[in-house]
């Protein structure tokens, strides 16, 4: 059958009158449904627990996202740092076998070159006019008194001095200058008398002295190969 709208916009009030009542009908129905307010509350607790969790997921990827490189960026950096605790342990090892191997060395040659230190000594102080007889050891001194760089302890020589001279004098200039020896102490005179040698009135002295390790400031060394030009 045809319809002819004779009252314009009757039918469009209608039709929304008539898609209102739909709507309001599809609630009433959906409330229909649910019998119990207890089922309705759950599910949309549900609802809301989903859409958290959800929401926390997005959150998550997003600072997983913007911590990856910073993470990235730390294991750069201690991949460098270890190489470098790795190369500071290579060097402290070689360090401590540098060391070993000079403290082996300096405790051999503590005792090496003595003689030559207290022959040298002497020979330098012993003023004009005046030579010597004998230069011997005649015993050891305490080893608590003589402590070389590396902590050890020696025992240091007694070295007996013999000599003459035709002037007192020169005897005790001998004397004094032994004392100023750094690589001599405990200096002392032991005896002095006059011999005749040749019919020459002289004076015969013996000394006394035990070796002492100079100073590290009192000692000078050049290379080797300067030592053997030379």
């Known amino acids: 059958m045809i319809r002819i709208n004779l009252k314009p916009g009757a039918r469009r009030q209608e039709k929304k009158n008539a898609g209102f009542g739909a709507g309001f009908a599809k609630i009433k129905d959906l409330g229909s ?3 119990e307010p207890w089922q309705a ?11 958290g969790l959800g929401a926390f997921f997005l959150r998550a990827n997003s600072q997983l996202a913007t911590l990856e490189p910073q993470l990235e960026e730390a294991r750069a950096e201690h991949d460098r740092y270890e190489g470098f605790l790795i190369e500071k342990r290579r060097a402290e090892r ?3 076998s540098v060391l070993a191997q000079i403290g082996t060395i ?3 040659d503590r005792d090496r ?18 030579w010597l007889l004998e230069v011997n050891q005649v015993g050891i001194g305490t080893p608590a008194t003589e402590v070389d760089s590396t902590g050890a302890a020696g025992a240091p020589p007694i070295v007996r001095i013999v000599g003459l001279t035709n002037d007192l004098q020169n005897y005790t200039a001998f004397l004094r200058r032994l004392e100023a ?5 405990d200096v002392m005179a032991v005896d002095a008398k006059t ?9 015969q002295f013996t000394l006394q002295a035990s070796f002492s390790r100079a100073d590290p400031s009192q000692i000078r060394t050049v290379p080797i190969l300067e030592s053997v030009v030379r």
């Open 106 to 108: 300096a405790a051999v």
């Open 113 to 130: 070159y003595l003689w030559p230190h207290i022959l040298d000594e002497v020979s330098n102080a012993v003023p004009d006019f005046t």
């Open 41 to 51: 509350f759950a599910i949309a607790s549900w609802a809301i627990v989903v859409l």
């Open 94 to 96: 070689s360090r401590d």
């Open 181 to 185: 020896s750094p690589w001599l102490s």
């Open 33 to 35: 449904m649910v019998k």
């Open 195 to 203: 011999v005749v040698v040749q019919n020459r009135a002289l004076t």
